[in-house]
């Protein structure tokens, strides 16, 4: 099946600083990508939507200056926390779906574990 | 509004018991429906799906049936393994280009030998 890589997979920063993460797809342009946040033991929470070449959609009571995402090119979209607090530490994952089979399978990351401190 | 509803966990299993996680959905239009796996610290893995009524699913063992008339996708395996603990999530997408996944809220299966 087609491969999404998201980097890094772990990550610890300092309150106050900025951190990226991408996710690239690797082998399929994906025009749409998704970030989803997930917190200990509970479900995937959609922060936002990205297609290539245009502005993020965020989801209800996602802070978009917080949490920047650019989707510059068909196989990369990256998530940059800003000014990172204890409190945005989660993993992360990311989706990404191309036009074919945009209702059959969508591709994840593996994940990144953001710990702030 | 749409969504997934799946039976709370932690589900606890010896080897080589049946196992059956319930999944039902609410949406409008006929969606395509999905299992996806989670592995300790690891991202999702598809695990199956089916993309319109009476489809079933299958894989490693795994399978479900995608039924309408009860909108339900309940994810059966007959004999589990160890290997098989981890978090199952149910999940739908409409059938609209660019919607994202939307996700049950995930069933911990443990199982010891």
């Known amino acids: 099946g087609a491969v999404v890589s998201q980097h890094p997979s772990r990550v610890i920063c300092k309150s106050g600083t900025s951190v990226k993460i991408e996710c690239r797809s690797l082998d399929f342009q994906a025009t749409t990508m998704f970030w989803y946040r997930q917190f200990p033991k509970q479900s995937l929470m959609l922060m936002a939507t990205s297609n290539e070449g245009s502005k993020a959609t965020y989801e209800q009571g996602v802070e978009k200056d917080k949490f920047l995402i650019n989707h510059a090119s068909l196989t990369l979209s990256t998530l940059t926390v800003t000014s990172a607090h204890p409190e945005d530490s989660s993993f992360y994952i990311c989706s990404a779906i191309g036009a074919e089979n945009w209702n059959t399978e969508a591709f994840f990351g593996q994940g990144t574990r953001l710990t702030v401190v | 509004g749409d969504s997934v509803t799946q039976m709370e966990g932690p589900v606890t299993l010896s080897e080589e018991a049946f196992l059956t996680i319930n999944c039902t959905y609410t949406?409008?239009?006929?969606?395509?429906l999905f299992w996806y796996v989670q592995y300790p610290g690891e991202g999702l893995q598809l695990l199956l799906k089916?993309?319109?009524?009476?489809d079933k699913g299958s894989n490693k063992g795994f399978e479900a049936t995608y039924r309408k008339e009860t909108t339900s996708f309940h994810l059966e395996k007959g004999s589990v393994q160890v290997s098989d603990s981890a978090v199952y999530f149910c999940a739908l997408i409409l059938n609209q280009a660019g919607t994202a996944l939307i996700f049950g809220k995930g069933t911990t299966l443990s199982v010891s030998s």
């Open positions: 949406a409008t239009g006929y969606p395509s």
């Open positions: 089916a993309t319109k009524a009476d």
